[in-house]
Structure formats: structure tokens, C-alpha cells
């Protein structure tokens, strides 16, 4: 059984972010997933929108329009997070502005994050840091203790 399915929600790549664009291509590819990505308004606040294609992201990570199909309401089922560091209690360090917080606080959606066995870290969580389910590095998966049912 894929890890992946339903409304799945995946990060476009930017910088040194653990790259997606294979990932984006083969979810694209399998019949049980529906392709979403994250597009940050103006109000720092994430909106999921379908995609239509791949492309270059800007600062953000959001795609232009072109990429994109028009997306109301929709519920993701798993999202595929970006972080700048994980700690072994599932704890994420992001970029800071507060977006993904944001949306998983509103959100029933498996937090998956997606780093490199190098972005492991001992840090402490601020108060309305929401912790990832798993990682997903390049070398495994690590389920977090407390994580909910995501196989």
C-alpha cells in the first residue's frame, strides 16, 4: 500500500530543499492521487492548489497560475512539508513565517516531512509549532512515537 494517496499536497522545491520534481511526476502518474500544491497568499496563509503541470517556483515556492487548476475547498488527506530541520520527537523547524503551522493547525492532514538524514536536529518547539506524523529522508522513513495511523 503507497504511503501517498488521495488529496496529496507536495512542496515545489526551491534552494536546497530536498528536490520534489520526481515525486511531483510520478504522484501525477498514479491513479489513487490527486496532486495539490501549496500556494502562499498574501496573507502568508497556505492554499492548496491542483496542479496542472510542473514548473519553476518563485521565493515562495508557488507556481504561476499557467501550472495551476482553479481549487476550491478542497480537504488534503497528506502533506508533504519542507523543513529547514526535524527532531527525533517529530518537532520541524521551518522558515519562520509560520505558513505550514498555520494550515496543519486547520487541517486534518498527515504531516509528512520530506529532508535529508543531515537535517536531524536537537531543538526546542515554540508552543504553536505543530509536529510532523513521519520524515521521509533519502536513506528511510521515520515514524514519530506519537504519530498517527499513516500506512
Known sequence: MPLLRGNVM???????EMPTDALITRLLNEPTVTVYVPFTDKDMRIVPRRLRSLGS????GNLD?????P???VNIDQCVTPLLAF????????YGKGCYDRFFATS?????????????????????????????TETKV???PYARDIG
Open 10 to 16: 507536495v512542496y515545489v522545491s526551491i534552494g536546497s
Open 57 to 60: 517556483a518563485d521565493r515562495l
Open 108 to 136: 486534518d492532514a498527515r504531516r509528512i516531512g520530506f529532508a535529508f538524514d543531515a537535517q536531524a536536529a536537537c531543538f526546542c518547539a515554540e508552543a504553536h509549532d505543530v509536529p510532523l506524523d513521519c520524515c521521509v
Open 65 to 69: 497560475e499557467t501550472h495551476l487548476f
Open 142 to 144: 521515520i515514524y514519530f
Open 71 to 73: 481549487t476550491y475547498g
Open 87 to 94: 527532531g527525533a520527537d517529530g518537532s520541524r523547524l521551518g
